[in-house]
T-cell receptor, first 111, second 115 residues
Framework: ELKVEQNPLFLSMQEGKNYTIYCNYS?????LYWYRQDPGKSLESLFV?????AVKQEGRLMASLDTKARLSTLHITAAVHDLSATYFC???????????FGTGTRLKVLA | EPEVTQTPSHQVTQMGQEVILRCVPI?????FYWYRQILGQKVEFLVS????????KSEIFDDQFSVERPDGSNFTLKIRSTKLEDSAMYFC?????????????FGPGTRLTVT
């Protein structure tokens, strides 16, 4: 079964703190995506991770991929209020052309 | 920058009615997809479409659902007889390729409310 699990589901953190969101998946994947979603809005693409060991950074967010462990992380550095949103990982498994999304992590950054 | 567009942004319908959700994919893309997101839940794959055929569909995509590319630009999702549980945000996506090199680009979504 193709499964994608994210944790934590909810994350409340203070401004200035660091934290990591985890995305585990069940079998071989061609690629992994991270998205941000604000309430009632569409999916904003953050990162595309294509290969083992891939690391990408944009501002206070950094994503990495370990295909052997079937794990991706989204690291938040020195969080600010504007990062409050729901973050989804999505996996495109080998042999399929659909995305399987994780459950999402609802992040709230407290001032 | 080219983008996927969807209409309407919000559709309210009564249970049992038919609805058609419309999407205009990015113009040179060949693969098309529908996903849905029930409020507060994760995004779920419904169907993929290529060369005027369904290439893959999920268990959610039952006989009540159909997709069509009626002309060279639109891609539609029809729900024949809506149920309360069909209330969700529906996202259309398109990609130039499938698999490696084929990142899917998502539209803004249509919020469907079934009363």
């Amino acid at each position: 079964e193709l499964k994608v699990e994210q944790n934590p589901l909810f994350l409340s953190m203070q401004e200035g703190k660091n934290y990591t969101i985890y995305c585990n998946y069940s079998t071989t994947s061609d690629r992994l995506y991270w998205y941000r979603q604000d309430p009632g809005k569409s999916l904003e693409s953050l990162f595309v991770l294509l290969s083992n060991g891939a690391v990408k950074q944009e501002g206070r967010l950094m994503a990495s991929l370990d295909t052997k462990a079937r794990l991706s992380t989204l690291h938040i550095t020195a969080a600010v209020h504007d990062l409050s949103a729901t973050y989804f990982c999505a996996v495109e498994f080998s042999g399929t052309y659909k995305y399987i999304f994780g459950t999402g992590t609802r992040l709230k950054v407290l001032a | 920058e080219p983008e996927v567009t969807q209409t309407p942004s919000h559709q309210v319908t009564q249970m049992g009615q038919e609805v058609i959700l419309r999407c205009v994919p990015i113009s040179n893309h060949l693969y098309f997809y529908w996903y849905r997101q029930i409020l507060g839940q994760k995004v779920e794959f419904l169907v993929s479409f290529y060369n005027n055929e369904i290439s893959e569909k999920s268990e959610i995509f039952d006989d009540q659902f159909s997709v069509e590319r009626p002309d060279g630009s639109n891609f539609t999702l029809k729900i024949r007889s809506t149920k309360l549980e069909d209330s969700a945000m529906y996202f259309c996506a398109s990609s130039a390729l499938a698999g490696i090199g084929g990142e899917q680009y998502f539209g803004p979504g249509t919020r469907l409310t079934v009363t």
